[in-house]
């Protein structure tokens, strides 16, 4: 069974930073694309950042140069590093993986997780 467990969520005030970690369970992804995305109330879900074997890394325009998309492959697990929160990032972010990085950059996923929620207050 695959499992993507997210951690690292949280309230945290503007201009802080968090660091957004899931780790896959029931197969090794190493070369698997990952990305995460997030969804407010409201609205629909946005890539936020992805990542695609061996490193190069992808960015939404709203997070780039503040967030940065990384792996540990060892212990199977992508992480989001977010600095300099705003409000408008607060969300419930997803962590999500494909074969295909093609399919995962148009929001299709073999895998999601089950969201961690980021506040930001003002």
């Known amino acids: 069974q695959v499992q993507l467990i997210e951690s690292g969520g949280g309230l945290v005030q503007a201009g802080g930073s968090l660091r957004l970690s899931c780790a896959a369970s029931?197969?090794?992804?190493?070369?698997?694309?990952r990305a995460w995305f997030r969804q407010a109330p409201g609205k629909e879900r946005e890539f936020v950042a992805a990542?695609?074997?061996?490193?190069?890394?992808y960015y939404a325009d709203s997070v780039k140069g503040r967030s940065t998309i990384s792996t540990d492959n060892a212990k199977n697990t992508v992480y989001l590093q977010m600095n300099s929160l705003k409000p408008e990032d607060t969300a419930v972010y997803y962590c999500?993986?494909?074969?295909?990085?093609?399919?995962?950059?148009?929001?299709?996923?073999?895998?999601w997780g089950q969201g961690t929620q980021v506040t930001v207050s003002s």
């Open positions: 999500a993986s494909d074969s295909s990085f093609n399919q995962l950059s148009r929001g299709s996923a073999d895998y």
């Open positions: 029931g197969l090794a992804f190493s070369r698997y694309a």
């Open positions: 990542i695609r074997w061996p490193s190069s890394t």
